[in-house]
């Protein structure tokens, strides 16, 4: 299995960006997908999930209501739009791959994980 992030990038505070997060080697469309990111000095910290069918979506309350995660099963790939960004957004931000089925915020349930794509928010 093979998780590859993209669409980072810099950008000022209040603008918006797309990662994209896509997957090979696995039946995609059977299990939950997520967002992390680690900031310099931090821990990794889980961001927005999606599970199977997109029937539960889970998202960090400092992203609520200005972050999206949605998935295209057909096109192997999740996605997060990021809107009014904020400086303490900047982090690296890894996507994961969990073969369950029920979603989860947790970390080490994760099975697979991409290489990380750094987002830098400028104020």
């Known amino acids: 299995v093979q998780l590859q992030a993209s669409g980072g990038g810099l950008v000022q505070a209040g603008g918006s960006l797309r990662l994209s997060c896509a997957a090979s080697?696995?039946?995609?469309?059977?299990?939950?997908m997520g967002w992390f990111r680690q900031a310099p000095g931090k821990e990794r910290e889980f961001v927005a999930g999606i599970s199977r069918s997109a029937g539960t979506i889970y998202y960090t309350d400092s992203v609520k209501g200005r972050f999206t995660i949605f998935r295209d099963d057909a096109k192997n790939t999740v996605y997060l739009q990021m809107n009014s960004l904020k400086p303490e957004d900047t982090a690296v931000y890894y996507c994961?791959?969990?073969?369950?089925?029920?979603?989860?915020?947790?970390?080490?349930?994760?099975?697979?994980w991409g290489q990380g794509t750094q987002v830098t928010v400028s104020s």
């Open positions: 994961a791959a969990d073969e369950a089925v029920v979603l989860t915020k947790v970390r080490g349930a994760y099975d697979y």
């Open positions: 080697g696995r039946t995609f469309s059977s299990g939950a």
